[in-house]
């Protein structure tokens, strides 16, 4: 594979599935999981895309992970459930507890589904957006391992936790806000010490719990800034309540590292998914015409020098993906290093 190689998404998908396969991953699961991994890379959201898939190996084949559990419904009631992973890929849990929520969501207008005890479980906004092309106004919360410091704490409280908001549009791709809860993501601290940068003043909090430019401190004696300070802080508490404190799933310091951890120890990942029947709650025509209006509204608003026009969330990432879908996927430098390891771990070629 070339690094000027665009990748047919098609191309992509089958090697994640063959290499999940190939450990012991059902077709089934491989498949789930290779298009969301796929479909996030074509969205252009690389860090949250086949990127993943060599740690992911990894933590299959030590154990952490299980090739072949299956999510399990612990309790539930007419508009609600609870989801056990069992050590499962987060995207296998995720896509189960999501068609969930949609079967709960058609029968009652609205729906909650927690999943505890899964895997890492990627890019929230890819359910969120699978919901929503069925009808469903959707918001899927997740939680990790604290690396995020909460306003005047001098240490990490809460992950990095993200939020995905998926809105139905007829004719139109979703409207789609997929954020994390921290100020930047690690990924980036990493890179900007790697190329020698200056670390900005609101990325990172110092052992005492004010602002800090020194780079070097991180991850070991430094935290992540909270989104916008006490908004973002707020929003990560919430996802934690969601994701693990309502349905029993493990907090805070109780979640592991999927990356650092030994291959052998769980990371016990959890997520929500709420959704609202937009049929059930209004009629779809009424609700089409306020949705399209304040679109309308959006696009038409006075855009910024050098801006050619105001775009709604997940704009970009849908353009993103038609390219991508059509011409293949520019994989980037380090995307393409970690799918040579994932091809090394397992003896499946790379196309």
Partial sequence: MSMSDRIPLSTLREFVAATLSIIGVSGEDAAATANALATTDAMGVFTHGTKLLAGYLKKLKGGGYSATAKPEILRHGPAWAVVEGHKCLGQVGCDFATKLAIDKARLTGVSYVGLIGAGHIGAAGYFAAAAARQGFVAMITGNDIPSVAAPGSRKAVLGSNPIALAVPVTGRDPILLDIAT??????????????????????????????????????????????????????????????????????????????????????????????????????????????????????????????????????????????????????????????????????????
């Avoid at 801006?307 to 969330?313: G, R, T």
Wanted: a negative charge.
């Fill in 182 to 351: 921290a100020a930047v993501a690690g990924g980036k601290v990493y890179a900007a010490i790697q190329r020698g940068e200056p670390i900005p003043p609101t990325w990172l909090i110092g052992p005492d719990g004010h602002p800090t430019t020194d780079g070097t401190l991180y991850p070991d004696h430094v935290a992540l800034a909270p989104m916008a300070g006490h908004k973002g802080y707020g929003f990560g508490l919430w996802c934690e309540v969601l994701s693990a404190i309502l349905p029993g799933g493990r907090s805070t310091w109780q979640v592991g590292s999927w990356i650092f951890d030994p291959p052998e120890r769980p990371s016990w990942h959890n997520a929500s998914i709420t959704l609202y029947d937009v049929g059930m709650i209004a009629p779809r025509d009424e609700f089409d015409a306020r949705i399209n209006r304040l679109i309308e509204e959006i696009h038409l608003a006075p855009a910024a020098e050098g801006v050619e026009k105001v775009l709604l969330p997940g704009e970009r990432e849908w353009a993103n993906y038609r390219t991508s879908a059509q011409d293949g996927i520019a994989l980037p430098p380090d995307v393409i290093a970690k799918l040579e390891e994932a091809a090394k771990l397992t003896g499946v070629p790379l196309p």
